[in-house]
């Protein structure tokens, strides 16, 4: 079972997506992994913090994850995301940002990290939309809830080309 550190006086969790998804990598997890959930951290450029809404770190890795509980019609291109025909920000690819945003943060204070760590990205459907198209580059990061615990676990598909 996975351990969960609170970081901060923040609310538990933001929703009952987040808590869902928050419980079921708890209870999925293997023990090596530490979950922080509800973390806003500060960055100086540009200068505006990011909220995460769930950070995983693993033996080998750390993850950015970002949780979407959408029960209408989903697609997600390239560049947006139609939740019921209507265009919200894709966040695939805003949450690779802050994924790169929180490598640098990690390597400016840990030195090692730089060449010896690693930041994975990945978004969390907490449920099932009543219908799901994503497109074929952004699948293997865009997973339902069932899907998340195996590309968290340490030994990951998601880190073989970069360390196993």
Not at 7 to 26: A, F, I, S
Not at 53 to 73: G, Q
Not at 91 to 114: C, D, G, H, I, V
């Amino acid at each position: 079972m996975a351990k969960i550190v609170w970081l901060t006086d923040q609310p538990k969790t933001v929703n009952d997506g987040e808590q869902r998804v928050l419980d079921h990598l708890t209870s999925s997890l293997p023990d090596s992994v530490t979950l922080i959930p509800n973390l806003t951290i500060p960055y100086l450029r540009p200068e505006q913090p990011e909220e995460y809404d769930i950070i995983a770190v693993t033996p080998d890795s750390v993850f950015a994850i970002e949780v979407k509980d959408l029960a209408p019609p989903v697609e997600i291109t390239e560049q947006q995301m139609f939740v019921n025909g209507n265009p919200r920000g894709n966040p695939y690819l805003r949450t690779r940002s802050k994924a790169q945003k929180l490598k640098t943060k990690l390597s400016m204070k840990l030195p090692w990290f730089e060449h010896n760590g690693w930041v994975e990205h990945l978004v969390v459907l907490a449920r099932k939309p009543e219908s799901l198209s994503i497109c074929e580059a952004m699948k293997s990061r865009v997973v339902l809830l069932n899907d998340a615990s195996s590309l968290i676990s340490p030994g990951t598909v998601l880190l073989n080309k970069h360390f196993h």
